[in-house]
């Protein structure tokens, strides 16, 4: 049976330098989409991150990292065969295209419902990069208050 993944993409208005940036550094990444991390995002090392919405911090391994065109990561705490890519490509003189597929999850009912929510993560992290690289803007603060 062939397993699902999740998959988001979006065109941001900044230099790949800074895409790759924001999403590694955990000065930037905290701005929009977590809390805080312990430490820069690299290649085989573990940094934990912890969310606004959640009392518990998740470790995050990074894979393989190529400055400015592929980050990826496991967040899974250990599931087989969970990764997430992030793809990066420039498009135009200063913009640049994020491709992000989480893997993968089993065809069935459960993992059809860990894709749908993934998905939307992924496409909700996105957004709220837009938003603070292009405008300064952070969409996640208090966005999910009504989930607790």
């Not at 790949?16 to 690299?42: C, M, Q, W």
């Not at 400015?68 to 496991?74: A, C, L």
């Not at 993560?121 to 607790?148: H, P, Q, S, T, V």
Request: charged share 20%.
């Amino acid at each position: 049976m062939e397993k699902l993944t999740a998959k988001a993409s979006i065109q941001i208005q900044k230099p790949i330098h800074e895409v790759f940036e924001a999403i590694i550094d955990p000065n930037k990444i905290n701005h929009y989409f977590i809390k805080s991390a312990t430490g820069r995002l690299e290649a085989g090392k573990t940094v934990e991150w912890t969310f606004p919405e959640f009392p518990d911090s998740f470790p995050v391994t990074g894979k393989t990292i190529h400055p400015n065109s592929y980050i990826s990561f496991d967040w899974s705490g250990g599931i087989t065969n969970q990764l997430v890519e992030i793809n990066l490509s420039s498009f135009g003189e200063d913009s640049t295209v994020v491709k992000i597929t989480e893997h993968e999850m089993n065809n069935d009912q459960d993992g059809i419902l860990i894709m749908m929510r993934q998905t939307e993560g992924w496409a909700n992290f996105l957004a709220c990069m837009k938003a603070y690289l292009e405008y300064n803007i952070n969409l996640r603060k208090n966005a999910f208050d009504f989930m607790f």
